[in-house]
């Protein structure tokens, strides 16, 4: 049988399939470039404020110095809550952890962890953006979030390795999914869109999501209110259309995903004989401590400025025109306005709370931060954007050498030679190797730290683990500090400390047999270092 002559019907259909390939095959080249360039540039600013990174002496960050104590005493047999104290959740000490197993106790084994997760965190943001937006809008967005957080005060490169850094690629991760989801289902027909069969979420992306709020509870468990916004805007949907079987369904699988990683942590802390400690210092001391007086709105807080209320509020309105467009094109109903209210008032509820105000800019970052991309395309509607990608490309370098040069330059972290504050503690080290530290932040909690970072384990016979956060806490630390008696006790004392606080302390000092040593500068935080050693230790 004779073979038909092609037609110019097929052969346009042809010639349109090689031609959409390629186009195809260009997104990827490109995108795989823009994200290459996202990495190099989250890793590079990662290493310029890490205290971790091996360039620096020391690790220069007081919490850095406590996670990373803790960590180093969890894999050499103690116990964190039960042993060692510190109120972060217990996942948190599992990544410090992974980075000491990697460097055998070194410090830069956490800065290669913090590389990957900052490194996670703003490739997951530019997949977000490529989900609706093109490759120009989504490398500007990415690019001006860079920018914005590379220079605003405790932002996500403020050090980079707090457990905040650890929250904010697991909720760039829940924020990917959703989105995802979500896009998917506004592009069904309206008919498929009101069948019954069609979920927003599958089975799996209900659980995966659910895994990812699991591990934030095990962070920093008030954060879970991001989900609140998210997650909670769906179920409130499903409620309305009367979608029951649902609603059930996809509520279960996310509480599957959320109780499953936690009873991993209660498990291993039960067999250890931990558990009531994780509980008592994880959840009791950390909402008592909000019980406390804590837990009030910035307008109530006079030292907070105003413009930070202003920008708090601005982006609360972009996460809220992002829920007003994508629950406008999933339900055509009136709905959009009242999910936008409740959520945006829970969210600057819980923002300018003093416990997440200073971090704000980083756990709440995938809510409101994805409006950037909105703004960009509504501005550049009528017109084409007119910056090339080369020109987009610099605002990465910007960021990079400032950051270089404000680190390394202009304000260095970490001084080029040892002070005398250094070089005195690390010879009572060196004559003093089995010497127990104890490190007071007097108007906080207590924590336990070497200044010098040196490889032992501070080994402490009783440690105080505070149930209650009360005005009287000194009180109650130095009672307790009494049953172990340290060889070396050293004390914050900020510039606005209380005197008769510091007189306490005095006191304990003269009846427990401890003699001044030593006093330093604080280099960061407007505050210096008192250090009481045993007068025999």
């Not at 998917?184 to 209900?206: A, C, I, N, Q, Y």
């Amino acid at each position: 049988m004779a073979r038909s002559a092609p037609t110019l019907t097929s052969f346009t259909g042809a010639t349109k399939e090689k031609t959409m390939d390629k186009t195809s095959m260009n997104n990827k080249s490109h995108d795989r470039f823009n994200l290459l360039l996202i990495v190099v540039s989250s890793v590079l600013l990662t290493s310029f404020v890490c205290p971790y990174a091996p360039w620096f002496r020391y690790c220069f960050e007081t919490d850095e110095t406590v996670y990373r104590i803790l960590s180093l005493g969890w894999i050499r047999g103690k116990l964190p809550y039960r042993d060692l104290f510190d109120h972060k959740g217990p996942l948190s000490y599992v990544f410090y952890a992974l980075g000491l197993l990697l460097s055998g106790g070194k410090n830069w084994g956490m800065w290669i962890i913090f590389c990957i997760v900052n490194a996670v965190t703003f490739t997951t943001m530019y997949r977000i953006f490529r989900l609706k937006f093109n490759e120009n809008i989504s490398l500007l967005s990415s690019a001006s979030l860079i920018f914005l957080l590379t220079f605003f005060k405790d932002s996500l490169f403020g050090s980079s390795s707090r457990p905040e850094n650890i929250i904010t690629m697991f909720l760039m991760l829940s924020s990917y999914t959703f989105v995802k989801a979500l896009l998917r289902f506004s592009g069904l027909e309206p008919d498929d869109r009101r069948s019954r069969s069609s979920f927003v979420f599958t089975k799996s992306e209900m659980l995966l999501i659910g895994l990812y709020c699991g591990c934030v509870f095990l962070i920093k468990f008030n954060v879970c209110v991001f989900y609140l916004t998210f997650i909670g805007s769906y179920f409130i949907w499903l409620m309305v259309k009367a979608r029951w079987r649902e609603f059930f369904s996809r509520v279960g699988l996310f509480l599957s995903g959320l109780i499953s990683v936690t009873a991993l942590f209660c498990i291993y802390y039960y067999v250890r004989g931990g558990l009531s400690d994780m509980l008592n210092t994880y959840f009791l001391f950390n909402i008592r401590s909000g019980l406390t007086g804590k837990w009030r709105l910035h307008i109530f807080q006079p030292p907070i400025p105003f413009t930070t209320q202003a920008v708090t509020l601005f982006l609360i309105l972009c996460s809220a025109a992002v829920i007003y467009i994508t629950l406008k094109s999933a339900s055509g109903k009136k709905l959009q306005f009242i999910v936008c209210f409740i959520c945006g008032a829970v969210c600057y509820f819980f923002i300018t709370l003093p416990e997440i105000y200073y971090y704000s800019f980083i756990v709440l970052l995938p809510l409101y931060m994805v409006g950037i991309p909105f703004l960009i395309d509504l501005l550049t509607t009528r017109r084409t954007l007119c910056l090339s990608k080369a020109k987009i490309c610099t605002l990465f370098v910007i960021p990079v050498l400032l950051s270089f040069l404000v680190n390394f330059i202009a304000i260095p972290s970490v001084p080029r030679q040892p002070t005398e504050f250094e070089t005195k503690m690390e010879e009572f080290s060196r004559s003093h190797p089995k010497a127990t530290y104890i490190f007071f932040m007097s108007n906080t909690f207590a924590s336990p730290m070497f200044y010098d970072l040196t490889s032992e384990v501070p080994d402490f016979r009783y440690f105080y683990i505070p149930l209650r956060a009360t005005a009287k806490m000194e009180n109650e630390h130095l009672k307790s500090i009494a049953k172990g008696q340290p060889d070396v006790i050293v004390i914050q004392n900020a510039k606005d400390q209380n005197q008769e606080v510091m007189q306490t302390f005095y006191d304990f000092f003269e009846k427990y047999g401890y003699e001044y040593y030593l006093e330093g500068d604080g280099y960061k935080y407007g505050s210096n270092y008192l250090i009481y050693t045993k007068k025999n230790p």
